[in-house]
């Protein structure tokens, strides 16, 4: 993006810096559609440039959460930047919709748009602008707690994403070891965990009320702008997995007991080969995982490749893991230069190949929406955003080939990811059921808190483990959940995004050229569509069903047993 309208020079660095340009789009006299437009354009272009300061404040802080510079800078942003602009970004949003001529904003996805800045409208209340000043520093706890946290093993200390590898040990003396030195060390970070938990919630509930809702639930339901789908179809959702997915479960955990001929199937049991193979190594390290995922995308539709190809050149790609680096993976759109950041944890394993078409497909999306004139039209809701992802995740799958020479490793890789297709929505239900009941009771105490998980992840979680003498470890898994702290309610979107990934893989099995063609046609559209319509042009259907998830994990059952 060229700046026209912010001075080439200018870099966000106070407040008092950036104030001149939100005062003169304030003050500024609209009065006709055309100057109204070109307003817009100007407050997109400014917004591009904050949040793209802020992106890479937040980006440096996560790629080393030792640093305590780059730790000051991103909570500068927060407490001496954000809170001021808040109000204001208010005042701008109610001069959008108040103008006379918003009504002639009829092209290009201008209804979606003032659709959403009427509901920011809605829900603004000054006395929130502080308490979400001390959520998003609480909210950073949660990285920095999991950035310290290391085990050490055969002499060397590692982080406990490259520790999990153990897991995948064909000798159980080794996986059973290295587990309860996982799960020792997360007990270690147990309470601060829950008491970061708990203070969490009592600020979020606080905004609820402010905002003149009952409950968080409600009101982030609402925030999360769900235009298009109600509370009541997250419940059905929950119903609709736990009756057509779990089973599924169950039914592959009873079958890998069998193959390990174990009559007693334990947590550290549930990652390693049923077959008694070795784990799949795809890569060797992240300059290889670059060149693969280049060669994969690039069989897809060489547009793809390039997108990941520029990414490189640009440096925004962080792939390894490391001691004092954040946990997880992320794709940061970056709206200014449009040329996104991805960031994740690798240690040569399957899942760190699942990561990276990940967030590559999420990196696609950010280059074909680039060109869109606002930026909240290259900002889409997360069941579209996740869609791009996971779907990708699948349509790659096709080509996996570059990854594994071998026929055999490839049908295990294969398998491998339908498993986690499988597992998935059964864990998204039960988090975003967890949620559910969290924020409706948001006086629990702790082991409420935890009578509740464990009836929940009792209905969404294996039958086949054996947790017997390890409850405690179950009744903290939660934890693991980033979401949960940092991004509250945004997780179902992975749900309702999983099925549409599936349909969009099955479309691929029928005709790969059409089904990629309307996956970039989808993608396109930024959110200019509503999510309906959006799937739509994808080619299939926004549903969650009984009887479409059915469908769903019935064709994915299939696949599996061919493999």
Known sequence: MQRHYVKKEF????????????????????????????????YSELSAVVSENMAWRYIKMTCDTANTELRDSFNDFVQNIEP???PVANELNKKIIESPHAGALTKNGYNIYLRSIRNSVELFREENIPLNTQLQELEQQFGAINGEQSIEHDGEKMTLQKAAVFLKNLDRNVRKEVYYKI???????????NELFTRLVKLRHKVALNAGFKNYRDYKHQSLARFDYKVQDCLNFHEAVKQHAVPLINEHDENRRKKLGLADYRPWDASVDEEGLPPLK???NAKELVEKTITCFSRLDPYFGDCIRTMEAMRRLDLESRLGKAPGGYQYPLYETDVPFIFMNSVGLHRDLVTMVHEGGHAVHSFLDKDLDLVDFKSPPSEVAELASMSMELMSMEHWEVFFTSPAELRRAKRQQLESVMDTLP???????FQHWIYLNPEHTIEQRYKAWRHIIGDFGSRVINYNGLEKHLDRRWQVQLHLFEVPFYYIEYGFAQLGAIAVWRNYKHNPKQAVENYKKA????Y????????EAAGIKFDFSPDYI?????FVREEYNRL
Request: glycine residues 2%; aromatic residues 10%; negative net charge.
């Open 523 to 526: 993608l396109a559209l930024g």
């Open 183 to 193: 799960q020792d060390r997360r007990a270690m970070d147990e309470t601060a965990l």
């Open 427 to 433: 864990w998204i239900a039960a988090i975003d059921k």
């Open 550 to 554: 059915k469908e769903l994990m019935d």
């Open 84 to 86: 001021h602009m808040a």
């Open 282 to 284: 795809p890569f060797a």
């Open 11 to 42: 870099t966000v660095t106070t407040w008092e810096l950036l104030k001149p340009y939100f005062d003169e789009l304030e003050q500024r006299n609209i009065r006709t559609p055309e100057e109204l437009e070109n307003w817009l354009r100007d």
């Open 528 to 535: 200019t569509k509503s999510i309906p319509e959006i799937y």
